[in-house]
């Protein structure tokens, strides 16, 4: 059972303009969502967060935005930069006694084209 | 900022051996650490919630006698290998989460390639 689900598994964007990797849950215990960048053979670096209280957190160029109704959520990185190419997961936790514990999605392949 | 480092980066070990994985917060303490597995194109799947000072918390289906956790101070948490066999080969990763001045988030280690030959 998939409780985190990323259904594209690649994306490829141009220089400048916008990406946008989104993200479903199906577990509504889940109130803390988190992204994270990764290398092949390296451990995730965070990305951005965002509370089931918000429905928006922005950092930088990166956006994460929360639709709880719907039970998803998107990341926006504008100006997209050939940097960024990298494989982009979510995670969903909740925020009691199981936080920390990290429920990841299958990730999606950003590339970021000159 | 909050640093999570993991020891070895990259480990060969023969089949029927042991091997220890080192997962250290470097600017903060730790009560709870996780240990996840990543075989290749997969996703990240959590194998066992490390306590300090208790027993680790296994996900189902991981065999918490083959992999020995240890968590005996707040920046220290160790994965061993047990028996270690080809299937185990894969990619180790530990997390921590924060708390207080540095934000309530969590940092992941650098990981850890385990190959069994």
């Known amino acids: 059972d998939q409780q985190v689900k990323q259904n594209s598994p690649s994306l490829s964007v141009q220089e400048g303009r916008i990406s946008i990797l989104n993200c479903d849950y199906t577990?509504?215990?889940?109130?803390?969502f988190l992204w994270y960048k990764k290398y092949p053979a390296e451990g995730p670096t965070f990305l951005i967060s965002i509370s089931s209280i918000k429905d928006k957190n922005e950092d930088g160029r990166f956006t994460v935005f929360l639709n709880k109704s719907a039970k998803h959520l998107s990341l926006h990185i504008v100006p997209s930069q050939p940097g960024d190419s990298a494989v982009y997961f979510c995670?969903?936790?909740?925020?009691?006694?199981?936080?920390?514990?990290?429920?990841f999605g299958q990730g999606t392949i950003l590339t970021v084209h000159p | 900022g909050a640093v999570v480092s993991q020891h070895p980066s990259r480990v060969i070990c023969k089949s029927g051996t042991s091997v220890k994985i080192e997962c250290r917060s470097l600017?903060?303490?730790?009560?709870?650490m996780f240990w996840y597995r990543q075989f290749p194109k997969q996703s990240l799947m959590l194998m066992a919630t490390?306590?300090?000072?208790?027993?680790?918390?296994?996900e189902q289906g991981v065999e918490k006698d083959k992999f020995l956790i240890n968590h005996a101070s707040l920046t220290l948490s160790t994965l061993t290998v047990t028996s270690a066999h080809p299937e185990d080969s894969s990619f180790y990763i530990c997390?921590?989460?924060?708390?207080?001045?540095?934000?309530?988030?969590?940092?992941f280690g650098e990981g850890s390639w385990l190959t069994v030959v």
């Open positions: 490390s306590n300090e000072g208790s027993k680790a918390t296994y």
């Open positions: 995670a969903a936790s909740d925020s009691g006694t199981s936080y920390g514990k990290l429920t």
């Open positions: 577990n509504s215990m889940f109130d803390y």
């Open positions: 600017d903060f303490q730790a009560t709870t």
């Open positions: 997390s921590a989460r924060t708390g207080g001045s540095t934000g309530n988030t969590i940092y």
